[in-house]
């Protein structure tokens, strides 16, 4: 048994339980503290570590020509417990990455509990950790509790900043009515049949954007009422408010789909489900985001052709996200500059996306470690996703208008093409897999000097 001191990983959502993951991997003992069920979250349904509690999908697999492909290229070959989890219960979802969300926490569980130098304590961690927890990682995730949260607040003299995070619906397979719904992937992708899809006229998608217009929304609560949406994420009311064909044209839209049902109709929006559970007898409503109160949802939900008598496995609902200035809070370690004992991991940094949140709390479960074990290490290289990601929340945005970002081309450093003819310079799809093949050189590169380290 190590007789290293302990790092301790506050959260075990999908950063704390990669940050733990790493850590222990590296041969150093961690503890890692979860609250749940201890104390409870108004997001979170059960006591499993990594629970998904938005969307079942990691987005787009394609290491090639996407930037988040590429980020699950590039932790694949840095050993993440979260993408071989997911690897492990994958269910179809064309080009993306989806899971069994029961399957996949369970996996991940499993695992951090049977590692001998991971130590699972359940019960919430109040205000600042105690100074005898010499390294610590906060990644409490966007539910952060409150006392908590005060504490940072406090620590850091930063207003709060936060934004609105909603979840979308599931629904019952058995429930939806397939002499109006078929199943086909947008453009035949994937496996060409990947999603569920409900087609609406013109009229049906013009009342549809009445009703959700319209429809009862949920209160906000006092402390709520000036907090921003993050454009990523916005309930599909929000959506359907900034015009007629807000939707038509985002997650609703029609094009590379074709209902054999009425083949020769055109249809002015489709609405796609995607696969939720391994079983295939749950499916979640793509975009459908919402604060419309659960008897609205159920009213205006079962307008769409196909979902008349749709029975729902999960309502959605809408809850708050927070996280810090990091560009201004946060050193190149993501430490904390006014604590340095003091790690942030996950969606509290600004970084948006489950992949992202667990990209990042791998990092800092390579930061601390190296730092435990007093081996110096560089950051790994920005060409990469990973060191893209880092760049950006530890200086690389400005700090008076730092806002939520998933991982993306633009974030990366532009290639050497200025000795290149223009005409052979790399641009739309063949530049994106030109960066990509930049990065996982480079990141081999690093992993060389990471590996010879261990």
Same mark, same amino acid.
């Given at each position: 048994m190590s007789k290293l001191k302990p790092v301790h990983v506050v959260g075990g959502g999908l950063a704390g339980s990669e940050a733990a993951w790493q850590i222990a991997s590296r041969n150093v003992p961690v503890v890692l503290h979860e609250m749940r069920p201890v104390q409870g979250t108004d997001a979170h349904h059960t006591d499993g570590l990594a629970e998904l509690v938005c969307s079942n999908s990691l987005r787009s697999d394609d290491h090639e020509y996407n930037a988040v492909g590429l980020l699950h290229e590039e932790m694949r070959r840095l050993n993440s417990l979260i993408i071989a989890s997911a690897d492990a219960h994958k269910v179809p979802a064309g080009s993306a990455l989806?899971?069994?969300?029961?399957?996949?926490?369970?996996?991940?569980?499993?695992?951090?509990?049977?590692?001998?130098?991971?130590?699972?304590e359940r019960g919430e961690v109040r205000g600042l950790p105690p100074e005898d927890w010499d390294s610590v990682?906060?990644?409490?995730?966007?539910?952060?509790?409150?006392?908590?949260?005060?504490?940072?607040?406090?620590?850091?003299?930063?207003?709060?900043?936060?934004?609105?995070?909603?979840?979308?619906?599931?629904i019952y397979k058995d429930s939806i009515d397939f002499?109006?719904?078929?199943?086909?992937?947008?453009?035949?992708?994937?496996?060409?049949?990947?999603?569920?899809?409900?087609?609406?006229?013109?009229?049906?998608?013009?009342?549809?954007?009445?009703?959700?217009?319209?429809?009862?929304?949920?209160d906000f609560k006092e402390w709520e009422e000036n907090t921003p949406y993050f454009e990523g994420c916005l309930p599909i009311e929000v959506m359907a408010s900034r015009g007629i064909e807000t939707l038509a044209y985002g997650p609703l839209k029609p094009v590379g789909l074709t209902n054999p049902n009425n083949p020769d109709v055109r249809n002015r929006a489709v609405v796609q489900l995607r696969q939720d559970n391994a079983l295939g007898t749950l499916y979640n409503m793509v975009g459908f985001q919402t604060k419309l109160t659960y008897g609205e949802q159920k009213r205006v939900f079962r307008t !769409?052709? *196909?979902? +008349?008598?749709?029975?729902?496995?999960?309502?959605? %609902? @809408?809850?708050?996200?927070? =996280?810090?200035?990091?560009?201004?809070?946060?050193?190149?370690?993501?430490?904390?500059?006014?604590?340095?004992?003091?790690?942030?991991?996950?969606? !509290?940094? *600004?970084? +948006?996306?489950?992949?992202?949140?667990?990209?990042? %709390? @791998?990092?800092?479960?390579? =930061?601390?470690?190296?730092?435990?074990?007093?081996?110096?290490?560089?950051?790994?290289?920005?060409?990469?996703?990973?060191?893209a990601i880092l760049s950006h929340i530890s200086g690389g945005a400005m700090a008076d208008t730092f806002q939520p970002m998933n991982v993306n081309f633009g974030l990366f450093p532009p290639l050497d093409t200025d000795h290149l003819p223009k005409k052979e310079r790399p641009r739309g799809r063949d530049r994106k897999r030109v960066v990509s093949g930049r990065a996982l050189d480079d990141l081999g590169n690093w992993l060389n000097r990471l590996n010879r380290q261990a």
């Open positions: 989806a899971v069994d969300r029961d399957g996949f926490s369970a996996e991940v569980t499993r695992r951090l509990e049977e590692h001998p130098l991971v130590t699972i990682i906060l990644a409490t995730g966007p539910l952060t509790s409150p006392a908590l949260a005060d504490a940072i607040r406090s620590l850091t003299g930063e207003d709060e900043l936060a934004f609105f995070d909603a979840i979308a619906p599931i002499s109006k719904a078929w199943f086909q992937s947008r453009y035949d992708k994937g496996d060409g049949a990947d999603y569920i899809n409900c087609a609406m006229s013109s009229e049906q998608y013009e009342g549809f954007i009445n009703d959700l217009i319209t429809g009862e929304k949920t !769409i052709p *196909g979902l +008349e008598n749709a029975e729902f496995a999960r309502l959605g %609902g @809408l809850h708050r996200n927070t =996280f810090l200035n990091s560009p201004k809070l946060l050193d190149d370690t993501l430490r904390l500059k006014s604590m340095p004992r003091l790690r942030f991991a996950g969606q !509290i940094t *600004g970084c +948006e996306g489950y992949v992202e949140s667990a990209a990042v %709390g @791998l990092m800092t479960g390579l =930061f601390a470690t190296a730092e435990r074990l007093e081996h110096p290490l560089s950051k790994p290289p920005e060409t990469t996703a990973l060191g």
